[in-house]
């Protein structure tokens, strides 16, 4: 039977700030308040002095009592001799069954199962008449359950007790607010000298200004009224200038009392959190005493013997519901990890409930406040948290504060934090001295708002102060300030037409930020003292600069870093760098990721795209067995900020049962970051196909939707030709495919890809028409939903052909894409089980007409111009000759041509015998002029071809042939590998 069932969460937000019913004792029928407060007993509670026997009226304790047996919807409690005897089919010694096996003949063979000597059995603990009296002191004591909780008896004194330490407790908290106010006058009185010397100070400067300004004018000659007029306008520049700096000035005078106000009041605050738990322990060999009078008392009363080795044990168990540590333990690592405090929050759901309840009211007194926080609680750890909690469940944005609010109250003492004039961590250690656990306030340095990966740590920047607290004999970390979040209000979407929405409420909170194990707290925070890091090897500053930047979603997730990595990543020479992430078993199909490539200079940092592309596109990312994998190539040199994202999604964000049930969405949250340097630059790296967002592969499919990928697990599809890829469906559904490539047509390309389903499975063909780089998105939705559901992304894949027997020609996209792109997707050199980085576009964007396409089938001439250069009014510039072989270090070339208005050129870069290279290229359209950039891969005989046209012509024409020799190349094929089973994932040298 739960004595302390979870109360329902409200409805509403009305109902949430509604205080709780009052109790009342069952006997009387009059309100119970907590001092006076017995039970819950049979689910009621009593009076001290209604806990009677409802026969004799003989005064019982929670270990005298009993209950009737015979009727369990009985609520009334008896004495021994008056309690309800049960009847013939009992278990007592008149029931039928006890009293046949006593009526036996005694011998060798007796009953095992009946133990005991004289005329009735002996009956163990597990007696119904004494097991529920048991039970129901266990339920009342055990209200917040844990494996470190003990069973405090009596609990009746261990109230009393309390109740005389609260006494106490409020006696000194009176002595601490006279010297607060003491305290707030002081600086009150130093604010209004300061202010008043500030205007004192500006009114004579205000007066030499003026006094300086009028002689100006008063020593000229003519008193014209222009000269008036321009008097005044000075006189009100003047004005204005002054304000102005009377007004810094002031702000600059706020933010310094603040800060001295903060520093006062951390002090006095420490000062007084010693005092009290000095106090409480010191009166605890007096209370030790008293209690154990009372423990002897209430043994004689109920005519059992008091023997010392019973009193001393019940002595000892009531004295651990309030007794202190004597002596501090040094800052030292934890003995246990976190998770072996408590396993998971939802231990602590009834006890946050009825946090919430308390924080629904204001409390005069801090006394008054941890009592009523404290009160069910049996441990330290259980008394943290319900102050972690009170103070991270105030929302100090929404909280409007009367002026009339004291300051040293609890309430005054938020409407300071959210002024600025006090602190979390303040408030924190104080209310832990009441609550008498020790509590120490730790300073530092932190990543926090502003900070990015890379940055340097001054001594005035970043500074930051949290608080360690002592539980089990360990010191944990606790930051209240940054556990703090905001109750949010969702609409119920499941109501009826004539019923009014219901709100839900839930309070968010950061869960990672109470009891923080110390090697995940140094991610975030640094410690000058390097005790207080409470690790095996304290860090330097310089170290924790160079952590990865991480947030409390990582360790939410319990993701981990696959590799040793730094803050500031440094790219190769091909812009290259990785990421990887473990996930959890448990997770695997659970977490979603996202990241965002921007650049990190400010004169930069709002550039989405580079040369026409999405800078995203440059950013490899997949999901495979429990590893999350972004390899990234950078396109140009520079600084940039890799951010990563995760979420957990639930069946709202899957498809569901309802055909037409639009998935939901989700929020994603920073993980982690990291700054990317790229210093030298070997080629042009280019985008990836412009598919749709997520993860490449199909673990999205699979996520979101169901689907079991047959065929193919990796992101990346090395072809020859053609190739299937298969799924097995968990029910029917409609699919659209779309093929992609950097250069070709979207509309050109749909003949190229088909799909079946059979028998629940889906079967995918692909032919890319040309060897080169694409892209495969594959959007889903159920067959039975209606027509205007529409289709959502379920995954992608990388498509890298190496061969094809057929070449087709594709119409490209339009000159925007073409002129600019760096290369055509059907040009990659073949190559055994390698996925090469997409050639995309990297050019200046125009909005011209479609482009001109080089057709490969046009049978070359001789080099040098041809018949249509003179035509389009086209010149060379940079080469005259059209044989070129001097060529820079590192096979870099560059060509410029000369050209009239409205010619558009476009180009193919081809290596001896059938090599296309036209990845290797990147043209740019200048004021009557195209360079095109080169970078040769390795030594051969290369031809570069230039086409024309103009706006109105459809085709292009050759117009000019050059031959290139490379001779002192490096002859190998540099690649960047991405992973073993996905294929290489990079730009070719």
């Known amino acids: ?50 806990f009677r026997c409802s026969r004799c009226g003989q005064h019982l304790t929670l270990k005298t009592y009993f209950t009737n047996q015979t009727d369990f919807n009985d609520k009334e409690i008896y004495c021994n001799k008056d309690c309800p005897k049960v009847s013939t089919h009992g278990y007592d010694a008149r029931a039928m069954g006890i009293r046949t096996a006593m009526s036996v003949p005694k011998g060798p063979q007796s009953n095992v199962q009946i133990r005991g000597t004289g005329d009735a059995p002996r009956i163990g603990a597990d007696a119904m008449h004494i097991r529920t009296p048991m039970s129901a002191q266990m339920c009342y004591q055990r209200k917040y359950s844990t494996k470190y909780d003990r069973h405090h008896f009596p609990a009746y004194l261990v109230n009393k007790t309390k109740e005389k330490l609260y006494q106490y407790q409020e006696d000194l908290e009176k002595q601490q607010r006279e010297e607060e106010d003491r305290l707030m006058e002081e600086l009150h009185a130093e604010r209004k000298q300061e202010a008043e010397h500030i205007e004192k100070e500006f009114s004579n400067e205000w007066e030499v200004q003026l006094k300086d300004l009028m002689s100006k004018f008063e020593s000229k000659a003519d008193k014209k009224v222009n000269g008036t007029e321009r008097y005044e306008r000075e006189m009100e520049d003047l004005k204005k200038t002054m304000t102005l700096k009377m007004l810094k000035k002031k702000e600059a005078l706020s933010l310094r009392l603040q800060t001295t106000a903060q520093q006062k009041t951390s002090t006095l605050v420490k000062k007084h959190s010693e ?33 010392g080795a019973s009193t001393e044990e019940v002595l000892e168990e009531a004295m651990a519901a309030i007794a202190l540590p004597t002596e501090l333990p040094d800052p030292h690592p934890p003995m246990l990890r976190k998770r072996d405090l408590y396993h998971d929050p939802s231990v602590f759901q009834e006890l946050d409930e009825d946090v919430f309840k308390v924080a629904e009211s204001e409390q005069c007194s801090f006394t008054e406040l941890v009592r009523q926080l404290t009160e069910h609680c049996l441990s330290d ?18 909280m409007e504060f009367d002026e009339t609010v004291k300051q040293d109250t609890p309430m005054g003492l938020l409407r300071g934090i959210k002024y600025g004039t006090e602190t979390y961590h303040t408030l924190f250690m104080r209310l832990c001295s009441y609550a008498g656990l020790a509590c120490q306030e730790i300073r530092g340095h932190s990543k926090s708002v502003g900070y990015e990966p890379g940055m340097k740590i001054r001594e005035d920047t970043f500074q930051n102060t949290w608080n360690v607290v002592l539980v089990l004999g360990d010191w944990w970390p606790v930051q209240c300030n940054w556990g703090a979040r905001h109750l949010v209000l969702n609409k119920d979407s499941n109501h009826n037409i004539d019923q009014k929405k219901t709100d839900k409420i839930r309070y968010q909170y950061d869960e990672h930020y109470f009891l923080t194990d110390p090697d995940e707290f140094i991610q975030e925070f640094w410690a000058k003292d390097p005790q207080w890091q409470l690790l095996e090897r304290s860090i330097t500053l310089e170290e924790f600069e160079a952590m990865p930047f991480v947030r409390s979603v990582f360790f939410h997730f319990s993701l981990e870093f696959l590799e040793p990595m730094k803050a500031v990543l440094y790219a190769d020479t091909k812009g290259g760098v990785q990421v990887k992430l473990g996930i959890p078993d448990d997770l695997t199909d659970d977490l979603v990721f996202h990241y965002q490539l921007r650049f990190s200079d400010r004169d930069r940092r709002n550039d989405l795209e580079y040369g026409g592309a999405k800078i995203e596109r440059f950013v490899f990312y997949t999901l495979t067995e429990g590893v999350a994998l972004f390899s990234v ?357």
């Not at 302390?4 to 509403?12: L, V, Y």
């Not at 009166?283 to 008293?290: A, H, M, T």
């Not at 290229?921 to 002029?929: D, F, I, N």
């Open 381 to 398: 750890l259980q008394k943290v948290r319900a102050i972690f909690r009170w103070i991270t469940v105030k929302d100090l944005n929404v």
């Open 633 to 989: 190539h950078v396109p140009t040199t520079g600084s940039y900020f890799l951010e990563i994202f995760a979420s957990k999604i639930n069946d709202s964000n899957k498809i569901g049962d309802d055909p037409n049930t639009t998935m939901m969405p989700f929020r994603l949250k920073c993980a982690t970051k990291f700054k990317i340097v790229c210093d030298d630059l070997a080629g042009k790296m280019h985008p990836l196909p412009a598919c749709a967002s997520g993860e490449w592969g199909p673990a999205k499919g699979r996520r979101h939707f169901g689907l079991k990928p047959l065929s193919h697990n990796g992101g990346i599809i090395n072809v020859e030709n053609d190739v299937e890829i298969r799924f097995r469906l968990p029910r029917s559904l409609h699919f659209h495919c779309k093929f992609r490539n950097n250069t070709m047509d979207d509309h050109a390309m749909e003949r190229f890809v088909s799909h079946s389903t059979v028998d629940g499975t889906l079967t995918i063909r692909l032919s890319p028409p040309q060897v080169g780089q694409y892209g495969l998105d594959v959007y889903a939705r159920p067959e039975d939903a209606s027509n205007s559901h529409t289709l959502a992304h379920a995954c992608k894949y990388l498509i890298n052909c190496t061969r094809v027997l057929n070449p087709i020609d594709v119409p490209l996209k339009n000159a925007s894409n073409n002129n600019n792109n760096s290369s055509s997707n059907n040009n990659n050199q073949s190559r055994s089980s390698s996925g090469s980085m997409s050639p995309g576009s990297v050019g200046t964007k125009s909005p011209e007409v479609p482009s001109p396409s080089p057709p490969p089938a046009v049978e070359r001439p001789t080099i040098g111009p041809l018949p249509a250069f003179d035509e389009y009014g086209l010149k060379t510039v940079s080469h005259k000759d059209p044989v070129i072989d001097r060529i820079e270090r590192g096979g870099a070339l560059t060509i410029e041509l000369g050209v009239s208005d409205g010619v558009r050129l476009s180009y193919m870069l081809t290596r001896e015998p059938e090599e296309n290279w036209q990845h290797r290229v990147s043209a740019r359209e200048g004021s009557r002029k195209w360079k095109f950039s080169i970078v040769l891969p390795k030594p051969g005989i290369y031809t570069f071809e230039v086409f024309a046209a103009k706006k109105d012509e459809k085709e292009p024409r050759p117009v000019y042939l050059y031959v290139i020799t490379y001779d002192k190349g490096d002859g190998a094929s540099s690649k960047r590998r991405l992973s073993s089973k996905n294929g290489d994932f990079g730009h070719q040298k």
């Open 275 to 307: 005092q009290m738990l000095e106090l409480l322990k010191s009166k605890q060999e007096e209370l030790k005493r008293q209690l154990e009078e009372e423990i002897k008392a209430q043994a004689e009363a109920s005519g059992q013997s008091a023997d």
């Open 1 to 50: 039977m739960a004595l302390a069932a979870a109360a329902a969460p409200p409805k509403s937000l009305k109902q949430l700030f509604i205080p709780p019913p009052a109790e009342k004792c069952t006997r009387c029928d009059q309100r119970v308040y907590h001092v006076e407060k017995i039970g819950p007993v049979n689910e009621v509670i009593f009076h001290k002095q209604c």
